[in-house]
């Protein structure tokens, strides 16, 4: 089944705590992207990669990094983690560039006290 | 940077009445997309619309693109329980990134 996968689903953890949310997706396609979904503010792109090695800042990248090593694999990492990270984070990718069809992540429910 | 507004926040229909959400971009738009989100779910692509003024419609929902590929409106006829949900455009410029909307919430009772 043709699909995006993100773990964890939900995660409470402390400020400065490093984390890690992994990302991946079986269905060959060369773009991926990390959105952050807030009340009132709809999804917000945080990073996205147009292929191996290759990313690049959205909208809202600070307090984040990314690294595209496989294709199948984006991680989001959050080196130390404040309150203001609190939200929903959810994985997409699509077959070309970010113009096309996102797929999305079940997402993941993040809380940082 | 693009910018796109979506309109209302959030409406509350009963069951058998229409609903529209309407988009606008800062910015001319190469095409623009549409995706639900059902509550506790995720964004799920409905559809994508790339000419100036083109008109597609899926059963009860009618998708709409501005002449100046700057806005966009998604109208569902007669709305069911089960449209519940949060719907977003999301415009695509000259770069490889998509800018999505605010959302519209869509509440429907009996």
């Known amino acids: 089944e043709a699909q995006v996968t993100q773990n964890p689903r939900y995660l409470i953890t402390v400020t400065g705590k490093k984390l890690t949310v992994t990302c991946s997706q079986n269905?060959?396609?060369?773009?991926m992207s990390w959105y952050r979904q807030d009340p009132g503010l709809g999804l917000r792109q945080i990073y996205y990669?147009?292929?191996?090695?290759?990313?690049d800042k959205g909208d809202v990248p600070e307090g984040y990094k990314v690294s595209r090593k496989e294709k199948r694999n984006f991680p989001l990492i959050l080196e130390s983690p404040s309150p203001n990270q609190t939200s929903l984070y959810f994985c997409?990718?699509?077959?070309?560039?970010?113009?096309?069809?996102?797929?999305f992540g079940p997402g993941t429910r993040l809380t940082v006290t | 940077g693009q910018q796109v507004m979506q309109i209302p926040q959030y409406q509350h229909v009963q069951e058998g009445e229409d609903f529209t959400t309407y988009c606008n971009s800062s910015?001319?738009?190469?095409?623009i997309q549409w995706y639900k989100q059902r509550p506790g779910g995720h964004p799920v692509f409905l559809i994508q619309?790339?000419?100036?003024?083109e008109v597609k419609k899926q059963k009860r929902l009618t998708f709409q693109f501005g002449e100046a590929k700057k806005n966009s409106s998604l109208h569902i006829t007669a709305t069911q329980t089960t449209d519940v949900g949060t719907y977003f455009c999301?415009?695509?410029?000259?770069?490889?990134?998509?800018?999505f909307g605010t959302g519209t919430r869509l509440q429907v009772t009996l």
């Open positions: 997409a990718s699509s077959p070309t560039r970010g113009r096309n069809e996102q797929y």
């Open positions: 269905m060959n396609h060369e773009y």
């Open positions: 990669s147009m292929n191996v090695e290759v990313t």
């Open positions: 910015t001319t738009l190469s095409n």
């Open positions: 619309l790339v000419k100036s003024g």
């Open positions: 999301a415009g695509a410029g000259t770069a490889s990134k998509l800018t």
